[in-house]
């Protein structure tokens, strides 16, 4: 095969400029899978990818994408993975590779792939992956929940923000979501948080110690940077930690160390993804987990399916926090 078909992005720009047009087909490297997409997942970080502010860019063209459920198309002969399996997947993307999930196929590293059972729809698989695997690290590894625990959650009526929820419901922990209005604030009552808020009409530090007190929170789970952050870290109580996953507000906060040091504060980075190589185990078996979460229902993956389509339309609506949970695109 010569080339496949997908969203491409031709020059650093808006991703209002991807195309669907025809891409040279990937060859793949060791440890690496090329997969034939069923179901991707929709991101903040597609957003950055396309204007060149994520973390690490890839040459164009390009074809973005972060998530992926499908099946084996090609795997090296000594591979743990064999051809038409069905998988859940991180592409390659994540490291400057150039064939994301918005096409026919896209290439994922063996280390950041998992089978999916069969009980599992695609769409399912494609939900599930990098929101509650990310949470699940976040909390479990990073943070080491403990029970009564009271947590922080901003941006709770997202897929990773409802993740993060029910994982530490699960756990035994006091949640607070915080969310942007009061559609999201009656969206996310459903997942039994102990307190919710809606930063845009009330005052989040207020609302808070009201109902536990002043500096009460353990830890704090942020994906949004900026005021929200700021807000946040005022709020955790000694030996607290604060969650760093992402920046969806584009401001990356600069932290004061002196109140750190004095409020006995930690600052966590959450990057899932640096396990593909450090401890690629320890993801696997906590997927398996997620996996049977999912099966035995206690968690609910929320999300939206959309055509391949529909992908441009989907982004602006991410960018604009328009959408409730995750959204998959379906081949």
């Known amino acids: 095969m010569e080339n ?53 860019n890839p040459k164009t063209p390009f074809v973005p994408g972060f998530e992926v459920a499908g099946t084996v198309k090609e795997c090296s002969a000594d591979s743990k993975f064999a051809v038409g399996d069905r998988v859940v997947a991180a592409t390659t993307v994540f490291r400057s590779g150039r064939h994301g999930s918005f096409g026919e196929y896209c290439v994922a590293s063996e280390n950041l792939a998992y089978k999916l059972p069969e009980e599992i729809s695609y769409e399912v698989g494609a939900a599930i992956l990098m929101s509650y695997l990310t949470s699940d690290f976040a909390l479990h590894r990073r943070a080491q929940l403990k029970k009564d625990e009271i947590v922080l959650v901003n941006a709770a009526a997202g897929g990773v923000g409802i993740s993060a929820v029910q994982l530490a419901k699960i756990e035994g922990a006091r949640v607070i979501a915080a969310v942007g ?9 459903q997942f039994e948080p102990d307190l919710v808020i809606n930063y845009q009409k009330e005052n989040l530090k207020d609302v808070v110690e009201e109902k536990f007190g002043k500096r009460s929170v353990n830890v704090f789970y942020d994906q949004v940077g900026g005021e929200p952050y700021e807000e946040g870290i005022r709020l955790l109580s000694s030996e607290g930690r604060a969650l760093i996953v992402g920046f969806a507000s584009g401001n990356i906060p600069s932290q004061l160390l002196s109140y750190l040091l004095v409020k006995n504060i930690s600052i966590m980075g959450v990057f899932m993804i640096s396990f593909e190589n450090d401890d690629k185990e320890y993801l696997e078996t906590r997927m398996k987990i997620i996996f049977d979460r999912y099966l035995n229902k206690t968690i609910k993956p929320v999300y939206e399916t959309i055509n391949f389509d529909e992908i441009i339309k989907y982004l602006e609506l991410i960018g604009s926090r328009k959408t409730i949970g995750r959204i998959v695109a379906l081949r």
Not at 20 to 40: C, M, Q
Not at 181 to 189: G, N
């Open 181 to 189: 209005s009061d559609e999201k604030k009656k969206f996310i009552q």
């Open 4 to 56: 496949y078909q997908a969203w491409v992005q031709d020059d650093i720009a808006p991703f209002s400029n991807l195309k669907y047009k025809s891409i040279k087909y990937p060859t793949i490297n060791e440890k690496e899978l090329i997969i034939e997409t069923k179901a991707a997942t929709l991101n903040f970080a597609d957003l950055l990818l396309s204007s060149g502010m994520y973390q690490s």
